[in-house]
């Protein structure tokens, strides 16, 4: 069973930092194309960051990026996502997730956010205030 477990959200003031961890398992081949994604009450999903394991390439939502940076570290099972410079904005539950084909990027996995393709995990609250 696939499974992805995020941690390492909280409270934060504006400018503060955080790093949020993603813990997964299950089937090998769905940790070569992995990424977070948010969701705040009454908005859409947002992409924030992917990673392509397979050639180390990162994308970047455009309101994070310059901010955010995400990394994978597969002998410890865990992906993360450091977040700089947070603002207001950036309050929203933080989602990790796992492609199992297709392209690495995030309007794909936005686009196949369907459990036959993508899994998730429950997330994790990120607030920041003023």
């Known amino acids: 069973q696939v499974q992805l477990v995020e941690s390492g959200g909280g409270s934060v003031q504006a400018g503060g930092s955080l790093r949020l961890s993603c813990a997964y398992s299950?089937?090998?081949?769905?940790?070569?194309?992995m990424g977070w994604f948010r969701q705040a009450p009454g908005k859409e999903r947002e992409g924030v960051a992917v990673?392509?394991?397979?050639?180390?390439?990162?994308r970047y939502g455009e309101s994070v990026k310059g901010r955010f940076t995400t990394s994978k570290d597969n002998a410890k099972n865990t992906l993360y996502l450091q977040m700089n410079t947070l603002k207001p904005e950036d309050t929203a539950m933080y989602y990790c997730?796992?492609?199992?084909?297709?392209?690495?990027?995030?309007?794909?996995?936005?686009?196949?956010?369907?459990?036959?393709?993508?899994?998730w995990g429950r997330g994790t609250q990120v607030t920041v205030s003023s």
């Open positions: 990673i392509d394991d397979t050639d180390g390439r990162t």
């Open positions: 997730a796992a492609r199992k084909s297709g392209a690495c990027n995030l309007p794909a996995f936005l686009a196949g956010w369907r459990p036959e393709n993508i899994n």
């Open positions: 299950g089937y090998t081949y769905l940790r070569y194309c």
